[in-house]
């Protein structure tokens, strides 16, 4: 029996694919090496954006002919489109069951340790290799994933949202914010370091709110971390590297929760990478006050100028959203301005489209036309693109370090400290080793060298 997951969306996602990998070899599942293969296939989704529950809702015709082909097939959905864990077989199950009748199971990632039952509820004459420990599956946080890779890891430390923008569905599909267990983190940490992990990102929804939302307050296990238990959990992890961790990254944070004492912690960190992505989403106030984001842009300018006074050396990176509701051609010069003076090193620019179930769409007007939309991303992207070469131009003639990741021919791709991707060739593998790369070209995406 073979499974195969298609994942999409951030990484937490990427995250939690490895946590259902997980259970499915743990039930005697191998890998596939494509859907084609598989007896198992689930998809973990992402809802942030309309288009991107629309690409799996347009899955129906193949995933159709694929059942023909495989009479054994089971088909599941998971992540952010998932409301209710269900299947089929049951009186009240998940919308995206009727919708979409390919699917037999939907599941909640939070319930994953379900899976098993799930699958047995479709075909109960499914047999498995063997019985899991329901204890160990009970907690989301407890299992132990399936890495990609062992020198690159994902730590999942918190799971929902509390902020409500009002673009977005997540609140809505993964819940209200909790936040995970300290010591579990850092063992965690610890046994990934042990495995032979030099890289840690610590993942989250809104990873710096960490043991600040209602619910971790409700809990009272937090209050001993004083008013940034973030800060503190970094600082712990950072000791790591007296047994071998040499980076820590985290994503993604919000800049309502990005402290002083945060940012003091983090200078201060020996594994701690230069590199935030922090979204901004507008330059201008007014189109933020209607997205729910609770900052203004003097905020986030003066908090990235405390981040890049602290630690000098320091690339950011945010997203975008052109065309929000009632945008106005001066809303969108302020955007445009404040890319300008920020001149992030990189964004990921997308044009506003409703998603169904948010605040947006349900009392705002989607006003904006196509043509316009279009015309202000090209705009903006054009901008984008320039401060991106700009900002890579820098590194030329410097010597990075680069943490290799994967090959393509004779080329090592990797990426720096600044999560910069570096490519230099090299006849040996180098993947999941450290090098010591000079920068001789920049690229608008990415840098090459020659490794030292």
Known sequence: MKYHIQTYGCAMNTSDSERIAS???????????????ANMLIFNTCSVKQKAEDRVLGLRRQLADLKKTKQDLQVAITGCMVSKTSTEHDEKHDQLLRRMPELDIAFRIEDVAKLPKLMKKVDPSLEYKDELDEGTLENYFKIIPKKATKFSVFVPIMTGCDKFCTYCIVPFTRGREYSRD?????????????????????????????????????????????????????????????????????????????????????????????????????????????????????????????????????????????????????????????????????????????????????????????????????????????????????????????????????????????????????????TGQIIDVKITKAGIFHLEGERK
């Not at 259970?23 to 293969?37: I, T």
């Not at 200078?267 to 979204?279: D, E, G, N, V």
């Open 182 to 430: 300290f010591t579990d983190i850092i063992e965690e940490c610890k046994r990934h370091v042990e495995e032979g992990a030099v890289e840690i990102t610590l993942v989250g929804q809104t990873v710096n709110s960490y043991g600040l939302s209602f619910n971790d307050k409700k809990s009272g296990k937090f209050e001993k971390f004083g008013s940034s238990p973030f800060s503190t959990l970094l600082r712990e992890v950072d000791k790591l590297s007296e047994n071998g961790l040499k980076r820590l990254r985290f994503t993604s944070p919000h800049p309502r929760d990005f402290t002083d004492e945060l940012i003091g912690s983090m200078a201060a960190l020996k594994t701690i990478c230069p590199y935030f992505h922090m979204p901004v989403q507008s330059g201008d106030d007014r189109t933020l006050r209607r997205m729910n984001r609770n900052y203004k842009t003097a905020e986030y300018i003066e908090i990235v100028k405390k981040i890049k006074s602290a630690m000098p050396d320091c690339a950011i990176s945010t997203d975008i959203i052109v065309g929000f509701c009632g945008e106005t051609d001066e809303e969108y010069e302020n955007t445009y301005n404040m890319y300008k003076e920020m001149e992030w090193d990189m964004c990921f620019l997308s044009r506003y489209s409703p998603r169904k179930g948010t605040y947006s769409e349900k009392k705002l007007k989607d006003d904006i036309p196509h043509e316009l939309k279009a015309k202000r991303w090209h705009h903006m992207n054009k901008l984008l693109l320039e401060c991106a070469e700009k900002s890579h131009k820098k590194y030329i003639g410097q010597t990075l370090k680069v943490l290799v990741t994967h090959i393509n021919g004779n080329k090592r791709i990797g990426r720096s400290r600044a999560f910069k991707e570096v490519q230099f060739e090299s006849d040996k593998d180098l």
């Open 23 to 37: 259970v499915l070899e743990r039930l005697g599942y191998e890998k596939a090496a494509d859907g084609k293969e």
